[in-house]
């Protein structure tokens, strides 16, 4: 089954599938097929799928129905407000700990940026109080537009 690599690009994901890998370097086709070149030590995760688009349907499907308010709730009841792997992420959401379980993770994590503060590939629970200010500080920008 063709082996597809994740990486970021600032807070954007990137998938792509492995044509070819020589002396750490892979040679990626995207989704769209066009062509590019990736140093191995940039990958975030590895998959097989039978193709990009399944992949990325499996993942946003999972990804779409992540309660992030749940996760961080968790996370602030059981007094973990230290930055979390997302592997220790997959394992306390979903039970069990996949490569695909983590990219739906990262990928609702990236989107929804309220909660969580992203420290690389780590994601830190914000406290009460910090949600509290971070509402506070929306509605006074909102009030002023």
């Given at each position: 089954?063709?082996?597809?690599i994740?990486?970021l690009?600032g807070?954007?994901?990137v998938?792509g599938?492995?044509?070819?890998q ?5 040679s ?8 590019s070149k990736l140093?191995?030590d940039?990958v975030?995760?590895?998959?097989t799928a ?5 992949f ?6 999972l990804a779409r ?6 996760l961080?709730e968790?996370?602030?009841?059981a007094?973990?407000?230290g ?6 992420l997959?394992?306390l959401?979903y039970?069990?700990?996949s490569?695909?379980h983590?990219s739906?993770?990262l ?5 929804e940026?309220?909660?969580f503060?992203r420290k690389?590939?780590r994601f ?7 949600l ?6 929306d509605?006074a ?5």
């Amino acid at each position: 089954m063709p082996k597809i690599i994740e990486y970021l690009e600032g807070d954007r994901v990137v998938i792509g599938l492995v044509t070819a890998q020589d002396r750490g370097k892979l040679s990626l086709a995207d989704a769209t097929g066009r062509a590019s070149k990736l140093a191995a030590d940039k990958v975030v995760l590895e998959h097989t799928a039978a193709s990009i688009d399944v992949f990325i349907a499996r993942r946003d499907g999972l990804a779409r129905v992540i309660d992030v308010p749940l996760l961080w709730e968790s996370l602030t009841e059981a007094g973990e407000d230290g930055p979390q792997e997302l592997s220790a992420l997959a394992g306390l959401y979903y039970g069990e700990d996949s490569s695909l379980h983590r990219s739906a993770l990262l990928q609702a994590l990236l989107a929804e940026r309220v909660r969580f503060r992203r420290k690389a590939l780590r994601f830190e629970p914000r406290s009460a109080a910090e949600l509290t200010q971070l509402a506070d500080q929306d509605a006074a920008g909102r009030r002023k537009c």
